[in-house]
Nanobody, 126 residues
Framework: QVQLVESGGGLVQAGGSLRLSCAAS????????MGWFRQAPGKEREFVAD????????YYADFAKGRFTISRDNAKNTVYLQMNSLKLEDTAVYYC???????????????????WGQGTQVTVSS
């Protein structure tokens, strides 16, 4: 079982930047594909970005393309989400997840996830 702890959230003005971190611990912590998801108030959790275990491939939601960058440092057991040009609609709780499969063609289902972090709040103000 891998344990995940997110950090780096906070309050930022529109147009600003934040970098989220997700520290992993536990067995096989560097071998999982990893993903970032977010959930805004009153909305379902949605996919943001994911990355293969070695960082060789990444995939982004349309709203994240060109603004967000997912990366990982397996030596530090940490996955990052750099978020630039933040918009009001980016306000959400951001979660990282250890994935059983990298970006499945059929989409993510409850069985796709090996573990979730507790989430970190990102609030974008005008």
């Amino acid at each position: 079982q891998v344990q995940l702890v997110e950090s780096g959230g906070g309050l930022v003005q529109a147009g600003g930047s934040l970098r989220l971190s997700c520290a992993a611990s536990g067995r096989n912590r560097s071998t999982f594909p990893m993903g970032w998801f977010r959930q805004a108030p009153g909305k379902e959790r949605e996919f943001v970005a994911d990355i293969t275990w070695n960082g060789g491939n990444t995939y982004y939601a349309d709203f994240a393309k060109g603004r967000f960058t997912i990366s990982r440092d397996n030596a530090k057991n940490t996955v990052y989400l750099q978020m630039n040009s933040l918009k009001l609609e980016d306000t959400a709780v951001y979660y990282c997840a250890a994935l059983r499969t990298y970006h499945p063609d059929s989409g993510y289902s409850p069985n796709s996830f090996a573990s979730w972090g507790q989430g970190t709040q990102v609030t974008v103000s005008s």
